[in-house]
């Protein structure tokens, strides 16, 4: 509060301290608790607590105006949060200091049944010192523009020598995420299915809406692999282990989206459905195929009997891939190059494994294993922790690429 007026800090203002963030430090903040630990982010999060503390205090004075008053409570409404979460932790942290303490004399003393009363309060304390980080970081990362949005999901399958794993495989994947929408409480439509002659899928499409859908599935979107004996023909008999692929294209469909489409670049053509397990199966061309000619791009819809329908959502799925197109110009232009390549920008890189012979699913880009692959194929919870382990994760990069901008800028003037 300087000659009359106070110029609130950015958060890259805000500290100015030595970071020694390197690629070890990196493998070991694979979590929001282990990060938390840091003395980096400790003086930090102290520096955002001060700062709270000080605006807080401007804000009582009566020296100010009406236009600083309105410039501090927006920043405190920013701090507020941070500091709260700070402090909970900090006591949380103080409680379990305490337990360790109780525990190593109760074990010294040999009394067994208190100390299995203490090592239980313990436990519940360490799940929400972790509950209690993770929320702190999520406070810290920025929210990103498009988490809020509805997505079309894409399925295609890879091409493998040997047969049917890859669509089979791509087939599973679909009703996973079909499964997912449903214990998500999302809506789940399907736009375009088009199957394979046995019993797989060569691709299909979805529309997905609810609460937070593109933030908990855009990690999706790249290529996974399956590693398998196929059920039927001659590898099976040999027990050959087959590979094969699938792609997944998660794309956010923001509820407006105002892309013009002059219909002079379109090609629309019409063809018989072919339905989802004999579903939608018609004797009528109602099935519509747009094509962008100055694109390339091309969408399909088969979702319902009408073909003005069909039509309407073909369109709806062109004008949100033209969208992608400029989400991702802006995206490039507003990150920077992250280690851990996540999301939309990562679509031809193979982010994860899913091993039949061992039952193991790997995440190649966290390195974060999870067995029972029928779990996570059933799209419920098992799929679910591992997709807030990877959200998890990426809020962690996040603010490990923030402190070390802040170091960059270390005695670089505010």
């Avoid at 110029?7 to 903040?29: E, G, I, V, W, Y």
């Avoid at 523009?145 to 399925?155: F, G, M, N, P």
């Avoid at 855009?218 to 008999?237: A, F, N, W």
């Amino acid at each position: 509060h300087t000659c009359g007026f106070w110029r609130p800090k950015s958060l890259l203002d805000t500290a100015r301290f030595t970071l020694s963030f390197n690629s070890q430090h990196r493998k070991k903040h694979q979590d929001s608790r282990a990060l938390w630990k840091h003395e980096a982010v400790q003086k930090y999060l102290e520096t955002l607590s001060k700062e709270y503390q000080q605006v807080s205090h401007l804000l009582n004075a009566d020296s100010i105006n009406e236009f600083e008053q309105r410039t501090l409570r927006r920043r405190c409404a920013d701090l507020s949060p941070i500091a709260a979460a700070f402090q909970e932790i900090k006591e949380a942290e103080r409680e379990v200091q305490e337990l360790e303490i109780m525990c190593r004399e109760l074990d010294s003393r040999d009394e067994k049944q208190l100390l299995e009363l203490a090592l239980e309060e313990k436990e519940t304390l360490d799940k929400k010192m972790n509950m209690l980080c993770r929320k702190l970081f999520q406070l810290l990362v920025p929210k990103e523009k498009y988490d809020r949005s509805h997505v079309i999901l894409e399925v295609t399958a890879g091409r493998t020598t040997g047969g049917d794993i890859c669509q089979q495989f791509t087939k599973e994947m679909f009703e996973m995420y079909q499964n997912y929408a449903d214990y998500k409480r999302w809506t789940f439509d399907i736009v375009n299915y088009t199957p394979a002659e046995i019993g797989g899928l060569h691709h299909a499409a979805a529309h997905i809406s609810g609460d937070d859908v593109y933030r908990h599935l855009k990690y999706e979107g790249g290529t996974h692999r399956v590693q398998r004996i196929p059920e039927t023909g001659l590898s099976s008999r040999m027990q050959r282990i087959h590979t094969g692929t699938m792609s997944v294209i998660v794309l956010p469909q923001p509820e407006e989206v105002d892309v013009k489409v002059d219909p002079k670049d379109l090609r629309i053509d019409t063809f018989r459905a072919k339905g989802a397990g004999g579903q939608h199966v018609n004797k009528t061309d109602s099935a519509v195929r747009i094509v962008h000619l100055p694109t390339g791009l091309a969408v399909e819809c088969q979702q319902e009997r009408s073909q003005q329908m069909n039509k309407e959502i073909a369109l709806r799925t062109l004008r949100a891939k033209l969208y992608q197109q400029i989400i991702e110009k802006q995206i490039s232009q507003e990150q920077s190059a992250r280690k851990l390549q996540l999301g939309t920008r990562a679509q031809s890189e193979r982010i994860r494994t899913y091993n039949f012979t061992q039952d193991r699913v790997t995440d190649h880009r966290i390195s974060y294993d999870a067995r029972n692959i029928k779990e996570i194929l059933s799209g419920k919870e098992a799929l679910d922790k591992l997709i807030n382990r990877l959200l998890e994760f990426a809020e962690v990069e996040a603010v490990t690429e923030y402190l070390e901008n802040l170091q960059a800028l270390e005695g670089g003037g505010c």
